[in-house]
């Protein structure tokens, strides 16, 4: 096996550096900072939903502090997404109040239309009936194209919102997790033996969960990344990292999902979670993780990729 006495240390101290900040960007915070910059430029936000106004501007403000101050990326990622959550919802109500005020706008227009066609009636000609009713008939249509109009964006505001809801606790329910590249599921190295590619029988049960998922949501398409302990040679790790994405691919193409949804990355060793100095330490590094794009197929984020390939034989 290839000796890397000298290496992992260095490269241990230098991915204790790299923790001990946050990353430049993330996601989550910036779509937090544009969801409730956006409520707060909203005149009628407080006012439709002030508990959720303030509960968004304070879990912000609290991930702001925490990514100043270097906290972990979880904390922070967690405050970002309640103030990113609590800004939707204010959002999404005052969408609703707008939708009510057009309501009543447009049925205080018709009555009003009304009021004056008939008082035109009892003072004009006989002659220009036709013609009023003709304006009234067109006034009406207009009124009823904009309040089928106000009741279209309220239903479907409300349908987003149940959209939402229900897609987070379906990846929820999966284990899966919200980072600033999406949703990630991680399958631990249990669903094979050491240093196998091939599924255990165990394993039918999780498969059969993405697989559902995936036929619930054909919008979505995912990437499944091999990870791999160091050891051994780069190059093997490489391949078995790829042989297990693989196998966790063909088993969800055998229940249906279609492979141009699959994107496979073999990324061996180049992404632990946790040291390679320990045998706890590597098993948490033996994995497979499972990256669900957003509607359409996009990821989010910035996607990860194997480095440069190695020449070395398994050690």
Same mark, same amino acid.
């Given at each position: ?27 989550? &915070? ?105 304006? &009234? ?115 969800? !193409?055998?229940? #249906? ?33 499972? !990256?669900?794009?957003?509607?359409? #197929?996009?990821?989010? #984020? ?14």
């Amino acid at each position: 096996m290839t000796t890397r006495s000298g290496i992992a240390p260095l490269a241990f101290a230098a991915a204790l550096v790299a923790c001990s900040q946050p990353p430049e960007r993330i996601e989550t &915070l910036e779509q937090a900072r544009t969801a409730v910059h956006a409520i707060e430029q909203d005149p009628i936000a407080r006012d439709v939903a002030q508990t959720r106004y303030e509960a968004a501007r304070t879990a912000l403000s609290r991930a702001e502090q925490a990514y100043d101050e270097g906290e972990d990326v979880e904390i922070i990622e967690h405050e970002a997404y309640t103030a990113l959550r609590n800004a939707q919802i204010v959002e999404a109500q005052a969408d609703e109040r707008r939708g009510r005020d057009e309501l009543e706008n447009a049925e205080a227009e018709r009555n009003r239309v009304l009021l004056e066609a008939r008082e035109r009636e009892a003072s004009r000609a006989t002659e220009l009936a036709a013609e009023r009713g003709q304006a &009234l008939a067109e006034r009406e249509q207009q009124l009823e194209r904009t309040t089928r109009q106000a009741e279209e964006a309220e239903r479907r505001a409300a349908e987003l919102a149940e959209e939402r809801q229900s897609l987070q606790q379906e990846l929820a329910e999966l284990e899966a997790e919200q980072t600033e590249r999406g949703w990630v599921l991680t399958l631990r190295d249990v669903l094979f033996d050491f240093d196998r590619a091939e599924l255990k029988p165990g394993a039918a049960a999780t498969i059969d969960r993405i697989a559902q998922f995936l036929d619930e949501n054909p919008d979505r398409n995912i990437a499944i990344e091999g990870h791999t302990d160091a050891s051994g040679s780069a190059v093997y790790n490489r391949e078995l990292s790829r042989q297990r994405a693989e196998a966790v691919r063909q088993a969800l !193409v055998d229940r #249906g999902v279609a492979s141009s949804r699959i994107e496979v990355r073999a990324l061996g060793e180049d992404f632990p979670v946790a040291t390679n100095d320990t045998p706890a330490g590597r098993q948490l590094n033996r994995r497979v993780e499972i !990256v669900f794009s957003e509607p359409g #197929g996009r990821f989010e #984020g910035e996607q990860r990729t194997a480095s440069g390939q190695p020449s070395e034989q398994e050690g």
